[in-house]
């Protein structure tokens, strides 16, 4: 049984770029979660997807987008990247809405420069 | 891989030892709780969860022990090993079960 899948391990991206991030949740699970965690932080919550909808959203700006495609994977888009979004970014799958409990994966780390 | 909280609090106990790591939530309307452990290079991984209505949980050499009145959460590990050695994260949730708020992380040395 696969748990959380990421991808891609690491990326290097510019100021001004966009990047895209990917998720495959644990085999059976419909909801998954991005968290944002920047080194000696605990993860931050950006929002989670259930039923292809964001259910929810933490302080992140609009520059953080989602999607939840049918197969209840998912992808984390940022745009016009800046310095400040250098983290491990970090996706947890669940079953109904995060009540349960959330498995992560071993996160992406992108770095800004 | 990268490290993981490189200025959080430390704590330091001896192979075979009892450790226990201490978290204050922040939300009076958090009804449940988890404990995550993370490794460097790793995404937390879960180790054991409490709901309100509990104020103590026993799980394989852990035990989570809820404080609602003075919003305290506690892990004891037992028998502490060297692969225990990682940062331990306390976790809330809150506003219906669609946000996990993260404490700010203890790491956990185990000396041999």
């Known amino acids: 049984d696969a748990g959380v899948t990421q991808s891609p391990t690491h990326l290097i991206k510019t100021r001004g770029q966009q990047v895209t991030l990917r998720c495959s949740p644990k085999?059976?699970?419909?909801?998954v979660s991005w968290y944002q965690q920047a080194l000696g932080q605990g993860p931050q919550f950006i929002f989670q997807y259930y039923e292809e909808e964001e259910r929810q959203r933490g302080n992140f700006p609009d520059r953080f987008s989602g999607h939840q495609f049918p197969n209840y994977s998912s992808e984390l888009n940022v745009n016009a990247l800046l310095l400040g979004d250098s983290a491990l970014y970090l996706c947890a799958s669940s079953l109904r809405r995060g009540t349960d409990t959330q498995y992560f994966g071993p996160g992406t780390r992108l770095t800004v420069l | 891989g990268e490290s993981v909280g490189l200025h959080l609090p430390t704590l330091s106990v001896q192979e075979g030892d009892n450790s226990i790591i201490n978290c204050a939530y922040s939300n009076s309307a958090s009804d449940y709780f988890i404990w995550y452990k993370q490794e460097s290079g790793k995404g937390p991984q879960f180790i054991i969860d409490i709901r309100s209505n509990m104020d103590k949980r026993q799980g394989q050499r852990v035990t989570v022990l809820l404080n609602k009145t003075v919003k305290h959460l506690s892990l004891q590990i037992a028998a502490t090993q060297p692969g225990d050695s990682a940062v331990y994260f306390c976790?809330?949730?809150?506003?219906?079960?669609?946000?996990?708020?993260f404490g700010a992380g203890t790491r956990l040395f185990v000396k041999a």
């Open positions: 085999s059976g699970h419909d909801t």
């Open positions: 976790a809330e949730n809150s506003y219906g079960g669609f946000k996990t708020i």
